[in-house]
């Protein structure tokens, strides 16, 4: 049930985030006793998004996404990233509605104005970060990891075949095997500086994956395609 829940969510991400988010506008629109309703129904939907995005942060698949366009291979956007910025959502919308009550009443105070624009601005980060679905892509030239403050981006070249780890390891990072740490590229605040996060992709079948393209450099070029990646996944041990 979970992992279908969280594969029905990372397809449809953008969607559910919509609807999120038009709820709040019409909450927002909403005047007298029915935007009180609305604010309550919204910490509800609040509440109950948290609380299944600490279930699904144990839902790790097993595949990648075919981005012909990228071209790339990447890791499905997380689908707890998605009810986790659901959650934001309300708490905002009450802080919102609770500035504009104050400055509406002519009162408003500059600690409660400088915590509902950080609270505000850190809703909007969370909901880009779910809507974008920063991860892990394989690219023909590297391996790119991305966060909404960073990125970091290893060449093949620069790479050794990373230690599969075992079915049962729950690890939240596989470290990297970097031979040439000049030929790798960081931007912003890149969250590892040699690992990348397996709390969105399970460990075991990144590391193979990974692994097979740094010993067989003929295959890179046609990372995106789908005609490549169902031969990858005839390759890779116990998958064909």
Do not use: C
Request: charged share 15%; hydrophobic share 50%; net charge positive.
């Amino acid at each position: 049930m979970i992992d279908k829940l969280s594969a029905f969510t990372v397809r449809h991400r953008h969607v559910v985030l919509a609807l999120g988010l038009l709820l709040v506008g019409v909450n927002a629109a909403t005047p007298g006793s029915a935007s009180i309703v609305g604010q309550r129904l919204l910490i509800l939907v609040s509440l109950a998004a948290l609380i299944l995005a600490i279930v699904i942060m144990g839902v790790r698949p097993a595949y990648l996404v075919v981005r012909p366009q990228v071209p790339a291979f990447a890791t499905p956007g997380p689908a707890w990233t998605v009810f986790f910025a659901l959650g934001y959502l309300g708490p905002a919308s009450t802080r919102v509605d609770a500035l504009a009550r104050s400055v509406s009443e002519g009162t408003p105070s500059t600690f409660d104005v400088v915590l509902d624009v950080l609270w505000v601005g850190l809703t909007a980060l969370v909901v880009a970060w779910a809507w974008r679905g920063h991860g892990i892509r394989l690219h023909p030239s590297g391996v790119r990891q991305t966060w909404p403050l960073g990125s970091l981006t290893v060449p093949w070249e620069a790479l050794l075949a990373p230690q599969i780890p075992p079915a049962a390891d729950r690890r939240q990072w596989l470290p990297m095997r970097i031979t040439e740490p000049r030929l790798v590229r960081r931007r912003g605040i890149p969250r590892s500086r040699g690992a990348l996060r397996t709390d969105i992709v399970d460990a075991g079948f990144l590391a193979a994956v990974i692994g097979h393209y740094v010993a067989h450099p003929e295959h890179r070029a046609a990372i995106g395609s789908q005609a490549e990646y169902e031969r990858l996944l005839a390759a890779l041990p116990g998958r064909g």
